[in-house]
């Protein structure tokens, strides 16, 4: 086995994103996915804290104890948080897409064809806007039930009910969705899998 350089594996890596001949090995593969969604983890929650932040107006008022102002300042919140939801889909189809040619190199070291990668972009794509429609939904329900709240102040049944009706989908299962993240679990599995001894039809073991 080769040794452990990050600098060797991130030259290869980005060098063969449109080359998917050939086999990767697990370290080498899963130490590359680190370099390419690590970045993209930071962004996007600096991301989600940026577009989540309420304006200084809003903030202004809310801390004058208003209650107006502080619906006003969750509904600003929860809309922020929906921009972020979306905006995350594009962030990590980015990382998808870098890790699309390593991700079939790294099934041809399991013997499996490279066209599974494609479960990659897709699963992601699925699972991301479900998030983002769900969030969207919490959203749209927040000023009603922050009004039934404030006609149950300080009753903990209702706090649990709220909870639970801001989360609610009114649309049933998220099928996509579903059927994304479970492709992408068996990806996963694939993914960690030992690679095939000495040579297979992809080419030889990885050095």
Same mark, same amino acid.
């Given at each position: 086995?080769?040794d452990f350089?990050v600098?060797r *594996?991130?030259r290869?890596?980005?060098?063969? !994103?449109?080359?998917?001949?050939?086999r990767d090995?697990?370290?080498?593969f =899963?130490?590359f996915v680190a370099?390419?969604f690590?970045?993209?983890?930071?962004?996007?929650?600096?991301m989600? *804290?940026v577009?989540?932040f %309420?304006?200084?107006?809003?903030l202004?008022?809310n801390?004058?104890g208003d209650?107006?102002?502080s619906?006003a300042?969750l509904?600003?919140q929860?809309?922020?948080?929906?921009s972020a939801?979306?905006?995350?889909i594009? *962030?990590?189809?980015?990382?998808?897409l870098l !890790?699309?040619?390593?991700?079939?190199?790294?099934?041809?070291?399991?013997?499996?064809?490279?066209?599974w990668? !494609?479960i990659?972009?897709?699963?992601?794509?699925?699972?991301? !806007?479900?998030?983002?429609r769900?969030t969207?939904?919490?959203?749209?329900?927040? %000023?009603?039930?922050?009004?039934?709240?404030?006609?149950?102040?300080g009753n903990?049944?209702?706090?649990?009910? =709220?909870?639970?009706?801001?989360?609610a989908?009114?649309?049933?299962?998220? =099928?996509?969705a579903?059927? $994304?993240?479970?492709l992408?679990a =068996?990806l996963?599995i694939?993914l960690?899998r030992?690679?095939?001894? $000495?040579?297979?039809?992809?080419?030889p073991?990885?050095?």
């Amino acid at each position: 086995m080769a040794d452990f350089s990050v600098g060797r *594996i991130s030259r290869r890596g980005f060098g063969r !994103l449109f080359s998917a001949y050939g086999r990767d090995s697990r370290m080498d593969f =899963w130490t590359f996915v680190a370099l390419v969604f690590g970045p993209l983890i930071v962004l996007q929650f600096a991301m989600q *804290i940026v577009l989540a932040f %309420p304006s200084m107006d809003v903030l202004a008022a809310n801390a004058r104890g208003d209650a107006e102002a502080s619906r006003a300042m969750l509904e600003s919140q929860m809309k922020g948080m929906v921009s972020a939801a979306y905006a995350s889909i594009g *962030i990590f189809l980015i990382g998808a897409l870098l !890790l699309l040619s390593a991700t079939a190199r790294r099934l041809h070291d399991c013997a499996r064809a490279g066209w599974w990668a !494609l479960i990659l972009p897709f699963g992601l794509f699925a699972t991301g !806007l479900g998030q983002a429609r769900r969030t969207a939904e919490a959203a749209e329900r927040i %000023p009603a039930l922050m009004e039934k709240m404030e006609r149950q102040p300080g009753n903990p049944a209702s706090m649990i009910d =709220w909870v639970a009706q801001a989360n609610a989908s009114t649309h049933g299962p998220d =099928w996509p969705a579903i059927v $994304g993240g479970l492709l992408l679990a =068996w990806l996963a599995i694939e993914l960690a899998r030992a690679g095939t001894d $000495g040579p297979n039809r992809f080419g030889p073991a990885p050095e």
